[in-house]
Each structure stands twice: as C-alpha cells, then as structure tokens.
C-alpha cells in the first residue's frame, strides 16, 4: 500500500483518519506539539455557515453539512448551544432579510427572535437589540475535537512524529520522494521515503512548497482573540452583519472568548497580539453583551488563518474562507506533492475527504471516503491506545 | 488592506532559566538561560514561542490553545504548577522565571512530559459534558438545557503536585478521582455504585492525604481535594469493606 506523508499536525489530523479509513499506510509530522498551529488556538466556533450566508455561500452550505456531520462523530467535543445572531442598529436590521434567505439557500435553519424572546433566553445581551436570529452555531474544544481525529487515525495505525519538524524535501528531479526532517528530541536528521507528499503546513504551507522550488495562494490572516472570565451567554452570539472585526463571543467552559480582528502578514511566525486590538476587541463586543466592557482579559493570544489567496491585497475579511487541494503535477509539473490549503476548523473533515479523493484518483486505487459515518474514538484514546 | 502590526515596546528583560533535556544529549538535565524582552501583557507561553522563533529553535514545550482550555502547558514555574499561556510574566514579580517539566511523569525533552499515565484511570469514554451553571435571570430552556464542557482541562497540574501521587505510584490521582466523581453524577445508581468501589478501592481515595496541594494549584478551579472529600464521606457511608485494604 502507499506510503502517504502528511506534514502538519492541524487539519492533517482529519487527513490522517480519512486515509487510514482507507487503507493507505500513514507517517504525520508535526514541528512542535500537536495542534500547535492554528487549529489549536481558533476562536472555538463550530460554524453554522451563518456568518458567511452574505458573502460566501459555498461555505455557508460546507459548514452547515460539516457541522452536523461533527455533532455525530466528535459529540463530546462540542458545547451544542446554538448561537444568535443580534441587530443593534437599523443598519444590522437592514441585513436581516438577506440573512434569513441567505440561511435558507444554504439550508441553514434560521429562527427569527423577537428582543423580548433574545433577553429570555440571553439577559445579558444588549437590551437595546433590535432583533435576532437564532442558527445552529456550536462550540468546539479546539484541541479535543481534533484529537479525536488524531486518536482514531493512530488506533488506525497512522504513525504520528510530533517535534519533528520538515527541513526539505527528498526531490528526485521533479519528483518528491519524501522529507527531510529534525527530530527536536534527538536532534537529528533522517530521511522518510513516501510515495507521496502532502503539505497541509496551514499558514506556513508556502515555505514547504518553497521547498520544491514553487509557489502557492497561500496568505497568513493572522487575527486576535481574547478570553475573559465566565460564561456570558450560553449561546454564540454574533452581530448581524457582514462578517467584520470583534462580532463574536464563544462562549467556553466557564470563559467567554472575543473575537476577532483580521489583517494580512507575511510570517505566520512574527504575529503578536497588539494592544489596540484588544482594547478594540473589548469595546466592540461590549456593544453585544455590555457587561464584556468591566471585564479583564484572562488571555491574550493571535492565530494565523491560512486564507486561500485570489488577489493581493484583499480585505481579509472578505477572503473565502472555502478551500483547495492542490495537485502540483498538474499544476507546476512536480510528481508525488499535494497542497492543501484554507477552509475552516468547521470543515476540516471535508478537506480531508476531498484531499483523499485526490490522492485516490492520483495513485490509481478505488477506495470510499467512510469519515462521514465513522463516529470518531473518544480523544484519550490517543493516550490510552493500547486499551 | 494591509494593516501592519505594531511591535509592542519591551518593558524589561527577564531571564529565563529553563531545565533542558534531551535524551542521551542533554542529559541528566541542565538548565539554560535565555533572555527576553517583556512587556506586561506576554504570558510565559509568550515569552517560550520568542525563545524558540529567535534563539533556539530545537526548545521543546507543549502548546495548543493559548487561553487555558487544552491543558497541554502545564509545567512548573518558579517551583508551582501552572498554565504558561494564562501566567503573566510580569505578574510573577521576579527578575527570572525558572522553569520546569510536571514532575512525576516520563520526559520527552526540555519541558514536554508523556501523559499516557494521566490517563491511566480516566476512562476514555467518561463523558465531557455537564450542564452549565444558569446565568442570573435566564430561562434555559428545559428541552435542550445548555450544556459545557467539564472545567478539568487534564493539564496534570495537580497529580505533579501531590505528594500522595509520588509516594505512590499506585495512587489514582487527583485527576482521576476528581474524573471519577464528576462521572458519577450522571450515570445510574449499578454505575455509581461501581465508580465508588473503584474510588474506595486500596489505590483510591484512601491515599489522600489532603495535603490540598491539588486544589491549590488547579488553574480551572475544579477542587479535586473536595470531589476527593465527599468521595471519600460516600465510600464511608456505604461502608465499603475494610478488609479490602
Ligand atoms: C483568529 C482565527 C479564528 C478562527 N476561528 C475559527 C472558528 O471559530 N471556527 C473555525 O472553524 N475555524 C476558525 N478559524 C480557522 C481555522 O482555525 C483554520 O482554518 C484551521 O485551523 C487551519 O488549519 P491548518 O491545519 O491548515 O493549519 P494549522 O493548524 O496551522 O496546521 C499546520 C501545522 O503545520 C505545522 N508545521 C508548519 N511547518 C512545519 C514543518 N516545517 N514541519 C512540520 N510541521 C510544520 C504547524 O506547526 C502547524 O501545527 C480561525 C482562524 C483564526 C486565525
Ligand atoms: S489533597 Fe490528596 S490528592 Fe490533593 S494533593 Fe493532597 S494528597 Fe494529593
Ligand atoms: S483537576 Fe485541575 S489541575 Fe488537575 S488536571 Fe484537571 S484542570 Fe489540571
Ligand atoms: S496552551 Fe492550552 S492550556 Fe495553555
């Protein structure tokens, strides 16, 4: 069977469980823990599509699927308290129509909610709201959510390095033949042979294609997200509009976490978090759930979208957030590399089942995806395999 | 609609000692130092990810979620267990943070430590979800109560700080017995009955000594040593037999 080589321990993760799933042999490498990247540290929302019905349909549609698909096979990941969606002024108001028909194009079951019905539920909401839409939004424990994958991957006999991070690609001619990695523990350079490579390195996707000397869309989104303290809704809340900065509140656990702002950078690796971000964070969430403005941040931290690039220079804000697998045999005449990029954490099952198909058509074989059934391992199974 | 990030102006400089270890290279363990220019908001998980992306990158730590939910950053700073990425540096109030892996449990390199024995009496399939405390003046709706997710986030904290866990190797944990109580208030009364045996069992609660270390510093407020209390009051009651000790 095919030796398939995954570098990325983020939505490879998927990657890996849909592949074992089917039958090829596995080898994942992560440069630091697993879920170090950004699918550990994402805002934690499991999209309904909601936020994208205005601008981004596909998407909208891909969450919602993604999104029942994930309440199936990863459920104790998931805090299933739906999310509303609030107009503040007649501007939000304006938009609430497109919303709901935007909704029920993608299929997406929309609830509108009268103030009253909103406070009910929500009494810590602005109580000068002027509407709201109740959506199938959810929250997901980012790192226990995608350990699933990883742990039934691993049961599956996927074999996953973490700390062993890709200096370069093993290139016969055009043809990539495996990675070159340092093991972090050891401190030493080995060679892994694979018959094929796939590059699912998220925002730092375009320094391993680097590798094979070509380019990919890849543009780092870097955005900030801040937690506070309590719980101060149980649903998601977002503001009802086009998608912008500091519109949602996911609530977690016993925390709330705001989010987000959005711009483009160059090196995943040199993002911070600036102070104007968060006192931006704080005063436009403040505007969703008033009580957010006497609160103090318990955490602080940015992560770096992986935005599928179209044009330079786009508002990041209004970038797909759908993506791509790439074949760079058709594309840039290099054998035995795939790359794949953008999406949502939200759909990071649906990349995994698209990249596989693109492997399975690639190396001539005839296997099902099976990761929409497939109910997911309980997460410490990654630990306790052996039981 | 390129923005660029401001680079937030360095408060001070502080050192940060760091027990390296790498099988057969480093090793026994040595500390390191590095320095780091802090502002007062860079948490320590802040200050590690400077030292890896600008001074060596072969420094060996766990990470994930950034904002205390994934519990993989759990190390000792300056002697106590706790989270990297929710303790300020700043906050700590010392020229160097010295920093150290959980003890207690195999090491993997530098600070990274192997779980597998956190888990060894958490079954995989106890569940993670538990009904979340009302807000003040909501009517939750009483056919799809919110739920959340269990406040352990399984960072170890606790088990490295017990005193009972390394007396005893046998000793199932704070964790674990924390776990174990929070299971029992949602299955049946044969399951509860099970789950108490086991907690009452001679590697359980027995081997508390309430030292309390556990509550002390659990960064999610989950109180092992009260799940451990009241564990210990139902095992009484029911009067588990004491010729199992
Ligand atoms: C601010 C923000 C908020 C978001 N909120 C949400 C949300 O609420 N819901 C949602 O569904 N999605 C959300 N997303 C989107 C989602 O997090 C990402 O689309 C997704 O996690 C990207 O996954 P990835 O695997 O492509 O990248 P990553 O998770 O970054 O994975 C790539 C991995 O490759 C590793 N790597 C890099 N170089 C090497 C190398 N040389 N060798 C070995 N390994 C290497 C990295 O360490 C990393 O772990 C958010 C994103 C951001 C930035
Ligand atoms: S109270 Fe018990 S479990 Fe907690 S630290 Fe002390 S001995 Fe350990
Ligand atoms: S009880 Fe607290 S300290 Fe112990 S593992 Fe859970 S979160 Fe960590
Ligand atoms: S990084 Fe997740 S708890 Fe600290």
């Known amino acids: ?387 | 609609m390129k923005i660029e990030t401001t680079e937030k102006k360095p408060w001070r400089q502080i050192e940060f000692r760091i027990e390296r270890f790498k099988p057969g290279r480093i090793d026994p363990p040595r500390f390191q130092s590095f320095r780091v220019a802090v502002d007062d908001q860079m948490s320590v998980l802040d200050g590690l990810e400077q030292i890896r992306l600008r001074q060596d990158a072969g420094l060996m730590y766990r990470h994930s979620c950034h904002h205390s939910a994934c519990g993989t950053c759990a190390c000792r700073i300056n002697g106590v267990e706790r989270l990297a990425c929710t303790t300020r540096i700043l906050s700590l109030n010392t020229e160097t943070v010295v920093l150290e892996p959980l003890r207690g449990f195999p090491r993997l390199g530098d600070l990274v430590v192997e779980m597998t024995a956190f888990y060894r009496d958490i079954d995989p399939a106890w569940s993670l979800l538990t009904p979340a405390e009302p807000i003040h003046g909501a009517a939750d709706p009483a056919e799809d109560p919110s739920l959340r997710l269990e406040a352990c986030i399984e960072c170890g904290c606790c088990v490295s700080s017990c005193p009972a866990a390394h007396r005893h190797a046998e000793f199932m944990g704070p964790a674990a017995l924390a776990a174990l109580h929070r299971q029992m208030a949602k299955v049946d009364a044969a399951r509860q009955h099970d789950l108490l045996a086991a907690a009452a069992s001679p590697r359980g609660e027995r081997l508390c000594e309430r030292a309390l270390n556990c509550s002390r510093v659990c960064p999610t407020d989950v109180y092992p040593a009260r799940h451990i209390a009241d564990l210990r009051r139902r095992a009484k009651a029911s009067g588990t037999p004491p010729s199992l000790k």
């Open chain 1, 1 to 387: 069977m095919e030796h398939i080589l995954i570098i990325g321990g983020g939505v490879g993760g998927s990657l890996a469980h849909d592949l074992t799933l089917r039958g090829y042999r596995v080898t994942l490498v992560e440069r630091g823990e697993l879920l170090s990247g950004t699918t550990g540290r994402h805002h934690g929302l499991l999209h309904s599509g909601g936020r994208y019905v205005f601008h981004d349909a596909e998407t909208a549609r891909e969450c919602y699927e993604e999104n029942r698909i994930l309440r199936h096979i990863a459920s104790e990941a998931i805090e299933p308290n739906g999310g509303l969606f609030i107009a503040l002024t007649d501007e939000d108001l304006s938009h609430r129509d497109r919303f709901l028909e935007g909704c029920i194009a993608a299929g997406i079951p929309a609830a509108p909610l009268s103030p009253r019905q909103a406070l009910a539920r929500e009494p810590t909401l602005n109580p000068a709201l002027l509407a709201a839409v109740r959506v199938p939004d959810a929250v997901m424990d980012a790192w226990r959510l995608a350990m699933a994958f990883f742990a039934t991957a691993r049961a599956n006999g996927a074999v996953i390095r973490t700390f062993c991070e890709v200096t370069d690609l093993k290139m016969f001619g055009r043809q990539v033949a495996g990675v070159r990695v340092i093991d972090h523990r050891s401190g030493l350079s080995e060679t892994i042979g694979a018959d094929l490579v796939v590059n699912a390195a998220g925002p730092w996707s375009g320094r391993i294609a680097a590798m094979a000397g070509i380019g990919v869309p890849i543009q780092p989104g870097p955005g900030v997200m801040v937690a506070v303290r309590g719980r101060v809704t149980q649903a998601v809340v977002n503001r009802l509009h086009p998608a912008g900065e500091g519109d949602i509140i996911v609530p977690q656990r016993r925390l709330s976490v705001l989010g987000t702002t959005a711009w483009l950078a160059d090196d995943p690796d040199q993002v911070t978090a600036p102070a104007e971000h968060v006192a931006r964070l704080f005063a436009l969430c403040a505007e969703l759930v008033p009580a957010v403005a006497a609160m103090t941040p318990h955490a602080v931290w940015s992560a770096s979208r992986p935005l599928l690039q179209s044009s330079p220079n786009q508002d990041p804000f209004a970038i797909s957030r759908t993506f791509d697998c790439f074949d760079h045999a058709a594309r840039d005449g290099i054998e035995g590399l795939v790359t794949l990029i953008g999406g949502k954490a939200t759909t990071m099952r649906a990349m995994a089942e698209q990249t596989a198909d693109l492997i399975v058509r690639k190396t001539g074989r005839d296997f099902a995806c099976r990761t929409r059934e497939t109910v997911l391992l309980p997460y410490r199974r990654y630990w306790r395999g052996d039981i």
